[in-house]
């Protein structure tokens, strides 16, 4: 996966910033993400946490996809919502619930 990063990271991104994809590829998924002391799943839930929380849609849609590959069920990720809609509030939960289910749709329509 250490190169997946590159390959859906936006066009903008790889026309502004290109050194910024190698390091996201090779720094934050090829060595952070691999690092024993979490598990992939355990990780996803800590990043949709924090995406969900800090409002940052797009990286969102692209972590809810790697969440759902690394394990976590769509039922979880409801949960998860749910449980956030306490701290960071309902508007911010009811985004993410937008959110998660375009990317569910979209996961469906490839099946």
């Not at 590959?69 to 409801?78: C, F, H, K, S, Y």
Request: glycine fraction near 8%; hydrophobic fraction near 45%; proline fraction near 5%.
């Amino acid at each position: 996966m250490a190169d997946e990063p590159a390959v859906n990271a936006p066009s903008a991104m790889q026309q502004v910033a290109p050194y910024l994809v190698e390091l996201s590829g090779k720094v934050l998924f090829g060595d952070i993400w691999a690092r024993p002391g979490l598990s992939p799943r355990d990780r996803s839930l800590a990043t949709i946490t924090v995406l969900i929380g800090k409002f940052r849609t797009d990286e969102l849609r692209f972590h809810l996809g790697r969440a759902l590959d690394n394990g976590i069920t769509r039922e979880e990720i409801g949960e998860l919502i749910t449980h956030l809609a306490f701290y960071y509030g309902w508007p911010v939960a009811n985004n993410a619930c937008q959110i998660a289910a375009e990317v569910f749709a979209e996961r469906d329509a490839k099946s």
